[in-house]
């Protein structure tokens, strides 16, 4: 069967399509990351950022969270969604991690 570029693009399209969209229903599944995880603690992860102890990770400043991080993935004004630092966990949008680096 001969196939066109046109019909190989249209149907590549929809193909993306529905890989975007698993993409998106495979992150609403993935579990949040708890506070005792043992990598949320060793970058002083917390779901509420403004509980961060400024003490101990002096690099915080009041305004950052993870939805203004780059490492962020979450859709904007989602309550939260994945981040680079925790592969296969969903975040706070409102926490905070020493990973943090502000978005561009």
């Known amino acids: 069967m001969k196939t066109s570029r046109r019909s190989f693009l249209i149907s590549s399209v929809g ?3 529905a890989l975007a969209l698993s993409r998106e229903a495979l992150a609403a ?3 949040m990351l708890p506070e005792s995880d043992p990598t949320a603690q060793s970058l002083g ?10 003490a101990k990770y002096p690099k ?3 305004g950052e969270h ?4 780059m490492l962020y993935q979450g859709k904007a004004g989602a309550a ?3 981040c680079g630092a925790f592969p296969g966990k969903q975040v ?3 926490g905070w991690c020493s990973a943090y680096s502000k978005k561009a």
């Open 60 to 62: 915080y400043a009041a």
């Open 45 to 54: 992860y917390k779901a509420d950022a403004t509980k961060v102890d400024k």
């Open 66 to 69: 993870c939805a203004t991080c």
């Open 80 to 82: 939260s969604g994945p």
């Open 29 to 31: 599944d993935l579990p």
């Open 15 to 17: 193909v993306v399509s």
């Open 92 to 94: 706070s949008a409102k």
